[in-house]
């Protein structure tokens, strides 16, 4: 499997999840502005929408859409227990968790890494963002992780919570469990060997 990237974008969960499931991989870089890749392919012949992710699987299919990636790859490996069975409640909990993720803290950022949006409006999404975060740290209380094991869900979220420290957002303050787990998450041995082959840490 072939895993298109941008260092530190969304694209960085399924990188996880890889790493994490132990799974055969190789990575290429894609410049989202120019719209190629560092081997200088055109990104838009791999996903004609032009963004991260892409995983290109063994027999040339392609799949974009992070939830779906990270939910196919946990899939591959039932044992490692990234994801509850399908067709189960808990399955239903994790879809939950990853939909929550995508649309109310992943596409709340949006806006504050475009140069054109207005001031005032980036200080009521901070404020939205917040308020996500609050009921994140509701979540966590008595457990480690947002299901309770490592999920899928957890790499994303805290792919996602790394762009806070971009764009003028403090995902720990006030929040002592979102604190502690984002550093849970990220001292597991998978989660670095991602950023490392992203050029996120040494």
Not at 116 to 144: Q, S
Request: a neutral charge.
């Amino acid at each position: 499997m072939k895993l298109y990237y941008s260092p530190g974008a969304c694209s960085l969960s399924p990188h996880i999840v890889l790493a994490e499931a132990g799974l055969a991989y190789s990575i290429e870089k894609v410049d989202l502005k120019a719209k190629k890749t560092e081997t200088g392919a055109d990104f838009f012949a791999v996903n004609a929408a032009g963004y991260v992710p892409a995983l290109v699987l063994d027999n040339g299919e392609v799949l974009t859409e992070g939830p779906a990636i990270v939910q196919y790859l946990a899939d591959q490996v039932p044992e490692k227990k990234l994801a509850p069975p399908p067709g189960s409640f808990e399955r239903v909990r994790l879809q939950e968790k990853l939909n929550f993720i995508s649309t109310e803290i992943h596409k709340s950022f949006s806006p504050l890494f475009n140069p054109a949006a207005p001031e005032e409006w980036k200080t009521v999404v901070r404020g939205l963002i917040g308020r996500r975060l609050d009921v994140v740290e509701g979540t966590l209380a008595g457990r480690d992780y947002l299901l309770g094991d490592f999920t899928v869900a957890d790499a994303y979220l805290f792919t996602v919570l790394g762009w806070g420290r971009l764009v003028g957002v403090d995902v720990n303050e006030g929040r002592p469990l979102l604190a502690a787990y984002l550093k849970r998450v990220g001292a597991r041995p998978a989660v670095l060997q991602a950023l490392r082959e992203e050029g996120l840490i040494k």
